[in-house]
């Protein structure tokens, strides 16, 4: 027990470390961006603070494998140079379980990974860019740019949203028939969200029939369309990173604006994207084995972290390949995961053959 303890002390301090250090680097190089203009804005150092707890989730997800890589490497190394494994070893304690005693770490990253990426991260990044365009002087305030996306079989554009999503202006809906031709077009002010059921106000339908063209005025209408204020967020999101729910809505008949294999892969990668925590820590395995004094350990460290960045670009390139149509969104997603897994499980039965 006091040396399972032991192991995963250890690795849970340097993957902590490396978190801090990691994300510390990445706050400091976006501060120095937006500090400034943070000040300028008469926000104080109140602003900075707030702006920097609003991107520490999105941040978070960026150095979660890197930081289990990592911690796994100096944690290891450290294990590796104190003959800690081979007095474990020498006590009974296999290979596979001394890795094991440490996945609990990588399980809690893996988690809270996934929490940062599919709950706060989508709720903190509409707020942070409600702030920003809130206390952005008049003087230097853009006029929204509209945004035309797919809602179902319509087609809309719509040219700003509220922070919340629950409202659009200036919409414009655009009815087709199964051959692709404009049967009906609806022009709204204003759509305002309430009671599960999108409202339009003073909504104008122009019906195309033939030769004829149709006009006809209300008071108000109704919407029928599965498009929810969540999806309206993730649509007006100055870098949209659709979650798990925004993805499966997306094809499921909600808002859209890319082809479905977009949201098919990313639907995929809100799965697989937090195991590059538990890959990163079987990358990192193997330099337990290491000899330092034969220079093997020097050997085996430059292997796992070349190994671990090119599991990144892989994966990366593999994803891109699959929101693009070029590949299937499984394979895309679940490629390099299951790949660098299995040749990390091959590396370490190696060595402890």
């Given at each position: 027990?006091?040396?399972?303890?032991?192991?995963?002390?250890?690795?849970?301090?340097?993957?902590?470390?490396?978190?801090?250090?990691?994300?510390?680097?990445?706050?400091?190089?976006?501060?120095?961006?937006?500090?400034?203009?943070?000040?300028?804005?008469?926000?104080?150092?109140?602003?900075?603070?707030?702006?920097?707890?609003?991107?520490?989730?999105?941040?978070?997800?960026?150095?979660?494998?890197?930081?289990?890589?990592?911690?796994?490497?100096?944690?290891?190394?450290?294990?590796?140079?104190?003959?800690?494994?081979?007095?474990?070893?020498?006590?009974?304690?296999?290979?596979?379980?001394?890795?094991?005693?440490?996945?609990?770490?990588?399980?809690?990253?893996?988690?809270?990974?996934?929490?940062?990426?599919?709950?706060?991260?989508?709720?903190?990044?509409?707020?942070?860019?409600?702030?920003?365009?809130?206390?952005?002087?008049?003087?230097?305030?853009?006029?929204?740019?509209?945004?035309?996306?797919?809602?179902?079989?319509?087609?809309?554009?719509?040219?700003?949203?509220?922070?919340?999503?629950?409202?659009?202006?200036?919409?414009?809906?655009?009815?087709?028939?199964?051959?692709?031709?404009?049967?009906?077009?609806?022009?709204?002010?204003?759509?305002?969200?309430?009671?599960?059921?999108?409202?339009?106000?003073?909504?104008?339908?122009?019906?195309?029939?033939?030769?004829?063209?149709?006009?006809?005025?209300?008071?108000?209408a109704t919407w029928p369309t599965a498009l929810r204020p969540a999806d309206v967020q993730a649509l007006f999101a100055d870098a949209p990173a659709p979650s798990a729910a925004s993805a499966r809505r997306a094809l499921e008949n909600g808002g859209s604006d890319r082809p479905q294999s977009f949201y098919a892969t990313r639907l995929q990668t809100a799965f697989s994207g937090p195991i590059a925590a538990l890959v990163m820590l079987l990358l990192s395995a193997p330099v337990a084995w290491a000899n330092f004094r034969s220079g093997q350990g020097a050997v085996l460290l430059t292997s796992g972290l070349a190994a671990g960045l090119v599991y990144l670009v892989a994966d990366?390139?593999?994803?891109?390949?699959?929101?693009?149509?070029?590949?299937?969104?499984?394979?895309?997603?679940?490629?390099?995961?299951?790949?660098?897994?299995?040749?990390?499980?091959?590396?370490?039965?190696?060595?402890?053959?």
């Amino acid at each position: 027990m006091k040396l399972q303890l032991y192991v995963l002390r250890t690795v849970a301090t340097r993957v902590l470390g490396a978190v801090l250090i990691l994300m510390a680097i990445l706050q400091i190089l976006d501060l120095l961006e937006v500090t400034t203009d943070i000040l300028d804005r008469g926000l104080g150092v109140g602003g900075v603070f707030y702006y920097a707890a609003l991107r520490a989730p999105a941040l978070f997800q960026q150095v979660a494998p890197l930081a289990v890589l990592a911690g796994g490497l100096f944690a290891f190394s450290q294990l590796a140079r104190e003959n800690a494994v081979v007095a474990m070893r020498a006590a009974g304690i296999s290979g596979y379980r001394i890795v094991a005693m440490a996945v609990p770490v990588a399980i809690a990253v893996l988690a809270l990974d996934a929490l940062c990426a599919q709950v706060v991260a989508p709720r903190t990044d509409p707020t942070l860019s409600a702030w920003w365009a809130a206390t952005t002087p008049v003087a230097d305030r853009k006029a929204p740019a509209s945004r035309t996306f797919r809602a179902g079989e319509d087609l809309v554009t719509a040219k700003e949203a509220s922070p919340n999503g629950a409202r659009l202006t200036d919409l414009t809906i655009y009815r087709r028939d199964k051959t692709g031709a404009l049967t009906e077009r609806v022009v709204a002010p204003v759509a305002q969200f309430q009671a599960g059921a999108w409202r339009l106000q003073s909504p104008v339908t122009t019906r195309y029939l033939g030769d004829r063209v149709e006009p006809m005025t209300a008071a108000s209408a109704t919407w029928p369309t599965a498009l929810r204020p969540a999806d309206v967020q993730a649509l007006f999101a100055d870098a949209p990173a659709p979650s798990a729910a925004s993805a499966r809505r997306a094809l499921e008949n909600g808002g859209s604006d890319r082809p479905q294999s977009f949201y098919a892969t990313r639907l995929q990668t809100a799965f697989s994207g937090p195991i590059a925590a538990l890959v990163m820590l079987l990358l990192s395995a193997p330099v337990a084995w290491a000899n330092f004094r034969s220079g093997q350990g020097a050997v085996l460290l430059t292997s796992g972290l070349a190994a671990g960045l090119v599991y990144l670009v892989a994966d990366g390139l593999l994803s891109a390949l699959g929101e693009s149509g070029a590949l299937s969104p499984i394979l895309a997603a679940w490629a390099a995961p299951v790949v660098f897994a299995a040749l990390a499980v091959r590396a370490f039965v190696s060595l402890e053959g």
